[in-house]
């Protein structure tokens, strides 16, 4: 394995993550081996953006025992009372689903704890007006939280939030098709877009990154915008080539896709 270190935080970050996106949708034992055998190869690293509720016990069977090896992003703002992801800024909602989070993941921590899915302004305004930046703050001052952190796929969005909060995390989504106005979340201009590396590497903010395969878009070649398939890692490359870039988060469900992308090594 590969590290690069935060340069504000000091963390050492596996340069390949764990995303949970699909892994809930896996049986339990498999989900258990596919996240055990991950750790063994020395990812540290994992994002618990994911798609569904059964991913928790699943981690929290896999890393309980080695929580302080690990590196965990939880999101406030992620709400899982119905088995599956949805989206919120209430408080109350939100207060519930983080404890409800690190129960399941058997820690009393998040080592970053994010601003999440902050797309438009409006969202900023909202997340803010209605109390859960000022409790993501709270819980750092007490310890809860070690760092900040912020997902968003918008660019301008992502300046006006790092103009206003203390934020070491980014999460971008981040790979070829985006960065050049191709695809669903392909949002800011080229430049735009340039920037936000830039101005992440300059400031000391680390970035992960999400949606690398542009949601299995750029692995078909039918569905490219280059009119031809690029392979996973050819993705993972050019996302950790970005300024910024410190670890790359596809999604696992098995522990055959952890050994195909470690082959990246290769």
Known sequence: MQYRIHPKTGDKISVIGIGTGPIFEAPEKEAVTALTYAYEQGINYADFATAGAK????????????????LYQIHFGANYETGEYGWTTDLDT??????????NLKTDYVDYGFIHCIDEVSDWKEYRENGVYDY????????????IGLSSHTPATIRRVLDEAPVDMLMFSVNPAYDYQKGEYAKGSVQERADIYRRCAAEGI???????FSGGQLLDEALSPFGQALTQYQCMQYALDRPGVLTVLPGISSPGQVEHLLGFFD
């Open 136 to 147: 993501l703050l709270e819980l750092k001052k007490q310890g809860v939280v070690r760092h």
């Open 206 to 212: 680390g970035i992960s990154v999400m949606k690398p």
């Open 55 to 70: 991913t928790f016990s699943y981690a929290g069977k896999a890393f309980g025992s080695i929580r302080g090896e690990m």
């Open 94 to 103: 939100v207060k519930r689903s983080v404890a409800w989070q690190l129960e």
